[in-house]
């Protein structure tokens, strides 16, 4: 008969063998969530061949693949929905890759700006980029020749070229509800006759009451 501590070796080394990554299930199911994200990605690329309309909306993107410009290489895109990822910035060559899009939904993203070369989609309606992290109106709502209505509720938005809004010549209508609105735009805001700008109500803070008072 063995010594216990000699069977007792014996007995674990099949254990220790059999060690396994206790990260291993969650790298699993994370290869199996891309895997569908890129596979979504793809089919919502084939449908835009079709219908020229390229939506990738809620495909958990952080940067539009260079895949997706290849993809759509020979698709003149009329429409490009973006939202609901966590995309941080968009590409100067998105421009030049989708230069004749009518409508951009870049909403409900991580957005603080946009590139100068959006200001090339001479073709460009109408411009969502409401829910992100914006603190400053971007220059190119007033540049774009063609953009007639911009959503841009719910950022943190303090900084507005109000003279250059009033003088761009498409631009019909502006959200700007739910952003933090200083006092002074806010008023110069609300005497522009074109374009209609929707603001929200600015609330006092405390400090203001007690002066009034």
Known sequence: M???????????????AEE???????MMICARLAGRAIIRVVARCEDAQENSQLDLSECQLMQIPDAVYHLMRHTELKTCDLSGNVITKI???????????????????????????????ACLQRLDISHNTFVALPYIVA?????????????????????????????????LS????????LE??????????????????????????
């Open 2 to 16: 063995r010594p216990p501590s000699e069977l007792d070796s014996n007995t674990r080394m099949p254990a220790e």
């Open 20 to 26: 396994v990554d206790p990260r291993a299930p969650a």
């Open 91 to 121: 590409p100067p060559k998105f421009a030049v890759k989708f230069n004749f899009i009518t409508e951009l939904n870049l909403s409900n993203n991580q957005m603080a700006k946009l590139p100068d070369e959006l200001c090339t989609l």
């Open 143 to 175: 540049q774009c020749p063609s953009l007639q209505t911009v959503l841009a509720h719910h950022n943190q938005i303090i900084e507005i070229d109000v003279d250059r809004l009033a003088r761009s010549r498409a631009l019909e209508y502006v959200d």
């Open 178 to 185: 739910d952003n933090p609105i200083p006092p002074r735009t």
């Open 188 to 213: 110069e805001l609300k005497q522009l006759t074109r374009p209609i700008v929707s603001v929200s109500e600015r609330e006092k803070e405390d400090w203001e009451e007690d002066i009034l008072i």
